[in-house]
């Protein structure tokens, strides 16, 4: 059986040689983790703005092809419209 002095060795030395990852350093690593795929995110705030921002600037752009669309007959009204 070990004694907790053993196992305190033992860490301290895996800590040295570079085998051992200190808990806190995990956790901090999981933070930055969080934080970089909060900021990636694409339904913060900020992103959702650029996305509408750019959509409409789209939709300003094909608003003359639409309205030309409109005016046209669908197929099933062109479809009615020929003798059977």
Do not use: C, F
């Not at 301290?12 to 956790?27: L, V, Y």
């Amino acid at each position: 059986m070990e004694t907790k002095l053993s196992k305190l060795r033992e860490l301290q030395r895996a800590k040295i040689e570079g085998g051992w990852i200190d808990p806190e350093d995990r956790k901090e690593d999981r933070r930055k983790a969080l934080e970089a795929a909060w900021k990636d995110n694409e339904n913060a705030p900020i992103e959702v703005e650029k996305r509408l921002k750019a959509n409409k600037a789209e939709l300003k752009a094909l608003m003359p092809y639409i309205k030309t669309l409109r005016k046209k007959l669908t197929w099933d009204e062109m479809q009615q419209q020929k003798p059977a």
